[in-house]
């Protein structure tokens, strides 16, 4: 029998805080897992998630960490250094191990994953989920020291010496075509979810018992969030759909999950507007496998994801429309991007962007639903799901693109 290849799994972010949730955690672990189903050797080499990894079932861990006395440096210059301690970790470990394959994560201002495909000859396949250049610019409030000129170089470096890029939108491989990558190189992969495991049937006692515990009842319509509270994730726009939702409709309750910047001036707004606390349940930060189960309590999923600000195409891929859908329940969403693309008109409701009453009327006309309906349309997301967007159907368009065969 031929071995299975072995592929190598870097991440080299650095965080000044642990990472324990998020859309990041979600595709990691998903990849990760994609790699396995589909017989493959995983290797991992990481500077984040190291408790997960630690447990997991793989060939190998490396933690990948700076010296302790660099840490108390900036994250930026923490990154430029990590690249020499980071390889020599990394040399360590192709020593002992043979690779068919490198797949790195990219992070801001690192290029392990070229420096180790060039010295041991080994094919470099890049995830490449968006322009760290383009988020300096656009999202990064701490503007003293961006360094812009030295980031887009590293990000140059990845892109033109990988063997492969691996992009999760179409408008992420007309910004690489653009900038001079050939087409041919790059795979346009949606992200993904592990319908298994975001089961609504296989998650019904977790559903009961949250419910239970919240004083949410059966009549009550829960509506679902998940996310970093920041302004593309559409959190401003909430924080008038929710008031208004209300008051049209007393048997709505909301169920928000997730943390972030602005998250005080959502609870603060929402306190402003004398929106009942009963109606409302924030969660804070959960861990990524808390996060099925508060889902699991929902009755309906919202995704109000915002343009970019400057005009650009919007180019992400957000994890948590793949995972609202495989539970098996209906989904309202802002029409932009691969949002409009993925949710088909018979799996939930699509909503301009900016339209907060259209998003109010959405979720108030959906309440009073039929509930064959409603159940109609959460089948057709998780077929949808099943028929197309499994992590482990995600990586096995990376292997056969890698392989020539697609």
Known sequence: MKPAQSVLYVRTDIYAQPLVAGGSVSHTIGVIDGFKKCGYRILIASSCMENYFKTADIAAFVHLRNPRIFRLLRTMFNCIISNIFFSVQLIKL?????IDFIYQRYSML???????????KIPFILE???SETWVQKNWTTHKKIRMLWLIDLFERINIQNATFIIVVSQALKDEL??????????????????????????LEKERVALRTENAISDSDFVVGFVGTFNKWHGIELLSEIIPDSLKKNKSLFFLMIGDG???????????DQNVDSRRVMLTGLVSHEQVRTYLAACDAFICPTQPNADGSKFFGSPTKLFEYMSLEKPVIASD??????????????LVPSADA???????????TKDVFE?????????DEIINNYSWQQHVARISAFVKGEQ
């Open 94 to 98: 192709l020593k002992k191990e043979k």
């Open 110 to 120: 690192n290029c392990t994953g070229v420096l180790m495909s060039t010295v041991k």
């Open 128 to 130: 490449y989920n968006g």
């Open 177 to 202: 075509c653009v900038r001079g990558i050939k087409a041919q190189k790059i795979l346009v992969n949606p992200n993904g979810v592990d319908p298994i495991i975001f089961d609504s049937k296989k």
């Open 261 to 271: 910047p602005l998250f005080a001036l959502f609870k603060k707004k929402l306190i």
């Open 336 to 349: 932009i991007g691969q949002l409009a693309e993925i949710l088909k008109p018979e799996c939930g409701i």
């Open 357 to 367: 009453g259209r998003f109010v009327d959405a979720i108030t006309h959906l309440a």
């Open 374 to 382: 409603k159940k109609r349309m959460g089948k057709c997301a998780r």
